[in-house]
């Protein structure tokens, strides 16, 4: 199973901009997609953005034009990069591996925080 450690997150004004980091213990060049994920306070864990080894992207809505997902196979480190940050963006992000059958295959990490708030 892929371990994965998230990293970046921290305290940021509205309309700041955070990188978060995802390293995976294991080469990440086969595996079909790498997902960003997020779980606000009392809300389900939602997926944020997702990058598959093609490099084609899926953004949520809610994000979209502010969030960007990008993937490093050689690093084995996927990233989130996130501008014009909102308050409604505040929760702890995680990432995952996604199959080709769409089932994670990584076992959830501790994530990071992120909070918005001036």
């Known amino acids: 199973q892929v371990q994965l450690v998230e990293s970046g997150g921290g305290l940021v004004q509205p309309g700041g901009s955070l990188r978060l980091s995802c390293a995976a213990s294991?080469?990440?060049?086969?595996?079909?997609?790498m997902g960003w994920y997020r779980r606000a306070p009392g809300k389900l864990r939602e997926l944020v953005a997702a990058?598959?080894?093609?490099?084609?992207?899926n953004i949520n809505d809610s994000v979209k034009g502010r969030f960007t997902i990008s993937r490093d196979n050689a690093q084995n480190t996927v990233y989130l990069q996130m501008n014009s940050l909102k308050p409604e963006d505040t929760a702890v992000y995680y990432c995952?591996?996604?199959?080709?059958?769409?089932?994670?295959?990584?076992?959830w990490g501790r994530g990071t925080q992120v909070t918005v708030s001036s």
């Open positions: 294991t080469s990440i060049s086969s595996i079909y997609a």
């Open positions: 990058i598959n080894n093609a490099g084609i992207t």
């Open positions: 995952n591996a996604i199959d080709s059958d769409l089932n994670l295959m990584g076992s």
